[in-house]
T-cell receptor
Framework: NAGVTQTPKFQVLKTGQSMTLQCAQDMNHEYMSWYRQDPGMGLRLIHYSVGAGITDQGEVPNGYNVSRSTTEDFPLRLLSAAPSQTSVYFC??????????????????FGPGTRLTVL | RKEVEQDPGPFNVPEGATVAFNCTYSNSASQSFFWYRQDCRKEPKLLMSVYSSGNEDGRFTAQLNRASQYISLLIRDSKLSDSATYLCVVNGAGGGNKLTFGTGTQLKVEL
């Protein structure tokens, strides 16, 4: 059971380049999400998904695309990299809990992160 | 007002001390609450969920006060290995099924 895996661990891009950050989980979690972490800002949600074929925007979605074609994979695409996207990116997954007030994400399991530098 | 607010610290405490962290959240409809721990340059890991009745796990005690929209974490008998950043996490703080992280409180336990 590998948990949540992310590739690559490190990446340097030039402004304007595109790339895809990979994320996979083998825990059959419905909920997957992408965060970026910047000094003094905490983790900020970029995009999330509550199941295959369903994605939604988080707090800072601009400049990023996601898709969820399978339960296991949730890639994050940078369309045209900018220096402002220099950050540490974490992917996370969790089960969904359900109750009378709806459903919500349970404990998040994080991948080891991708450190991205955009020059 | 930020959706989830924490005192950034750092809290410098001697080994064996008791230390408490607080966190406030803005959305009274928030549904679930957690404390995560993050070591330097590592991914966050769950420390404990926070339940309405309060819960304890060894030296760690978490409390939730829904009326005041306030979460706390108490660490007793601090160890050097407790040095880390502690993140308060709220589901629904920003509305909907989204987790909002506080910026974290840094703890340094010293000899």
């Amino acid at each position: 059971n590998a948990g949540v895996t992310q590739t690559p661990k490190f990446q340097v891009l030039k402004t304007g380049q595109s790339m895809t950050l990979q994320c996979a989980q083998d825990m059959n979690h419905e909920y997957m999400s992408w965060y970026r972490q910047d000094p003094g800002m905490g983790l900020r949600l970029i995009h999330y998904s509550v199941g295959a074929g369903i994605t939604d925007q988080g707090e800072v979605p601009n400049g990023y695309n996601v898709s969820r074609s399978t339960t296991e994979d949730f890639p994050l695409r940078l369309l045209s990299a900018a220096p402002s996207q220099t950050s540490v990116y974490f992917c996370a997954s969790s089960y969904q809990r359900s109750g009378t007030s709806g459903s919500w994400a349970d404990t998040q399991y994080f991948g080891p992160g991708t450190r991205l530098t955009v020059l | 007002r930020k959706e989830v607010e924490q005192d950034p610290g750092p809290f410098n405490v001697p080994e064996g001390a008791t230390v408490a962290f607080n966190c406030t959240y803005s959305n009274s409809a928030s549904q679930s609450f957690f404390w995560y721990r993050q070591d330097c340059r590592k991914e966050p890991k769950l420390l404990m969920s926070v339940y309405s009745s309060g819960n304890e796990d060894g030296r760690f005690t978490a409390q939730l006060n829904r009326a005041s929209q306030y979460i706390s974490l108490l660490i007793r008998d601090s160890k050097l290995s407790d040095s880390a950043t502690y993140l308060c996490v709220v589901n629904g703080a920003g509305g909907g099924n989204k987790l909002t992280f506080g910026t974290g409180t840094q703890l340094k336990v010293e000899l």
